[in-house]
């Protein structure tokens, strides 16, 4: 599970912004450390806390609890949310589109300004986009006459009629963000977007509104691009954050002349002055909470031919096999592998016990995300444990504590027991796990809430693209591109539209023989 290398002797400066687009939130507050844990020792510390406490089933393996119903039906009723699976990876795929550091793991002595966002921080899909068809042109079509048709290049799954991303002969995706490839799940998520630009710019020519090529491009991404954070703001958020942060934190209000304008209401919490920046606390702890929420494994489709089917459950990672009968990715799809979507999200034609649910937000991480492969050479590595390595990153980039920043934000902290650390980004899992019962499994207590409503609606603001800024009034239902045949699934334009839009397999008619 590649999140770009690990930051440990990097140090984010505590200036509130700087060159490289990253920078703070609290930044008068205290950097948090364990107590009388020398910082040689640090790394023993997570690890022995992180193997201990912050495993859902310790000493099982993924393959294990996927083929054993007993234990994958009790892990799954102690664990599970009300929250679709699907929307795991959406987070994920978001994250992508915001935030990338690269730099390079344990340089104790590099330089603070190496400390830089290589993803532009709006909801722009460059993950999808790329720098363009100009600067990147090896992931757009071409006619025969090597004329930019608008349309993103594609792939296909050997002798099936399923689509793959594009990729090179060793296997690996031609994508804008290769970290899109990571999992069979957001590779497909990434799949769904590259194919709903397609439909959008034949749409745009088909109604007379472009001409194929440039134009018919410019109006495709725009859609897309609106479509995406309209789902990202009233979809993904209401589902994790608290509703009354949520709506305090971007709202629509009258101005002069009885115009209609978003203001935030955090700008407390996230301001800037000219550009928006990537909080560290975001990006470094409130977003990683998505951690707790993916599965061990995943039914993918129901086609029993193609070596998938109801009851077969596919591990997420699994270390433990050399055929690689798991989701992990950077290699073509298969037909085994593909999802049918009313199995990850709620659609009119899920039923039973579908779609699958993502785990809740909690301290403990599934065990498939409890040994990655991230450094091979040494299974030890702190690399490779994924709740230690969240801990020290926390550590290293000299973030605040937990109740620290409650105290900054006004709320009460919660209790943390006296072997718990005060990290910013275990005490978010620790925050939504000690909600009352209903909630518990479906959202994120003050602070998560808050700094990502501040950062979503803050992006949002700053972004001179967004709808926000340049139709305020702009709803799906009035896009031009955008049909009533895409918005048919519970909810107001969810991120179901964007799967109905690409015509990915969404039920079980697609897998019929």
């Keep these: 599970m590649s999140h770009g290398k690990l930051l440990l002797g990097v140090i984010a400066l505590q200036s509130q912004s700087y060159s490289g687009n990253f920078g703070r939130l609290c930044r008068n507050l205290p950097p948090w450390t364990p107590k009388d844990v020398p910082e040689h020792k640090l790394e023993e510390h997570f690890l022995n806390f992180a193997n201990n406490e912050m495993v859902e089933a310790p000493g099982i393996s993924p393959s294990e609890i996927a083929s054993n119903d007993a234990l994958r039906e009790r892990l799954d009723a102690e664990f599970n949310s009300r929250i679709p699976a699907g929307y795991t990876y959406l987070g994920q795929f978001i994250d992508h589109d915001i935030t990338l550091d690269i730099t390079p793991l344990s340089e104790a002595d590099a330089d603070p300004n190496k400390l830089h966002n290589f993803r532009t921080p709006r909801l722009d899909l460059d993950c999808i986009y790329g720098s363009g068809p100009d600067v990147q042109p090896y992931l757009y079509e071409q006619d025969s006459n090597g004329k930019f048709t608008g349309r993103m290049l594609l792939g296909e799954i050997n002798n099936t009629s399923f689509a793959d991303l594009p990729r090179n002969q060793a296997g690996l995706a031609i994508i804008g963000d290769k970290r899109n490839d990571e999992n069979a799940v957001v590779a497909q998520i990434q799949l769904a977007f590259i194919k709903a630009h397609n439909e959008l710019v034949e749409r745009s020519v088909d109604t007379g509104l472009a001409r194929l090529g440039a134009e018919a491009f410019s109006h495709a991404r725009q859609t897309l691009m609106w479509l995406y954070q309209w789902i990202v703001w009233n979809d993904f958020l209401k589902r994790i954050t608290d509703s009354g942060i949520h709506q305090c934190a971007l709202k629509k209000s009258k101005t002069c002349g009885n115009r209609d304008i978003w203001e935030l209401g955090l700008g407390d919490i996230y301001n800037w002055k000219q550009h928006p920046f990537m909080p560290v606390e975001f990006s470094a702890a409130a977003y990683r909470f998505g951690h707790s929420m993916a599965r061990n494994s995943y039914q993918t489709n129901n086609s029993v031919q193609n070596g998938a089917g109801f009851g077969k459950f596919f591990p997420l990672f699994d270390l433990e096999t050399d055929v690689k009968n798991d989701l992990s990715g950077f290699r073509p799809l298969a037909a085994n592998r593909v999802i049918q979507w009313d199995w990850f999200l709620d659609m009119k034609s899920s039923s039973g016990p579908f779609p699958q ?40 980039m000299k973030l605040p504590s937990g109740p620290d920043v409650a105290h900054k934000f006004g709320f009460q902290p919660i209790e943390l027991a006296p072997q718990e650390p005060h990290s910013l980004w275990y005490y978010i899992l620790k925050e939504a796990a000690t909600l009352p019962l209903e909630e518990t499994d479906q959202q994120l207590g003050n602070v998560g809430s808050t700094i990502l409503c501040a950062t979503f609606a803050g992006l949002l603001k700053g972004d001179p693209r967004s709808w926000i800024n340049v139709q305020p009034n702009w709803h799906p239902d009035q896009d031009v591109l955008l049909e009533a045949g895409d918005n048919q699934d519970p909810g107001d334009w969810t991120f179901a539209s964007i799967i109905r839009l690409s015509g990915l397999p969404v039920d079980a008619t697609s897998f019929t023989p």
């Design 357 to 396: 649910r993502a785990r809740k937000i909690d301290t403990r991480l599934s065990n498939a995300l409890a040994r990655l492969r991230e450094d091979p050479d040494d299974p030890t590595s702190v690399r490779n444990v994924l709740a230690a390595r969240n801990l020290l990153r926390g550590v290293k």
